[in-house]
């Protein structure tokens, strides 16, 4: 995933992995909810996932390493693409004025 969005720091300068805090702010509650909504229809039995389908690493619970790192991705790509709108758009999504100048 780093490879793939480097030109978008290096060139485009969104400088979305600088403002960690920021990132983990993003993509921590989205991540917390849909891990343990998992979590849960896996003990329920309402949800399973075939070895076939995946590596077959699975993480306590039973939960795909992929699923995980779906999680994970999706968001960080969201973030990604709105800042790269936002810097070649000039855009400022609501931010506060002199948070838009940085």
């Known amino acids: 995933m780093l490879v793939v969005t480097a030109p978008l720091e290096l060139l485009l300068h969104v400088r979305v992995y600088p403002r960690w ?17 998992v979590l849960y229809a896996i003990a329920q039995g309402h949800w399973d996932y075939s070895d076939t389908y995946t590596l077959g ?4 619970g039973g939960i795909p ?3 995980v ?9 969201s973030v990604l693409a709105l800042e790269a709108v936002r810097k ?3 855009w400022d999504a609501g931010y ?3 948070e838009a100048q940085r």
């Open 21 to 37: 805090r920021r990132l983990l702010v993003a993509v921590v509650p989205e991540f917390v909810v849909f891990v343990v909504w």
């Open 57 to 60: 690493v699975r993480l306590p």
């Open 65 to 67: 390493v992929e699923e």
């Open 69 to 77: 790192l779906f999680f994970l991705v999706v968001p960080l790509a």
């Open 88 to 90: 070649v758009t000039g």
């Open 96 to 98: 506060p004025a002199e």
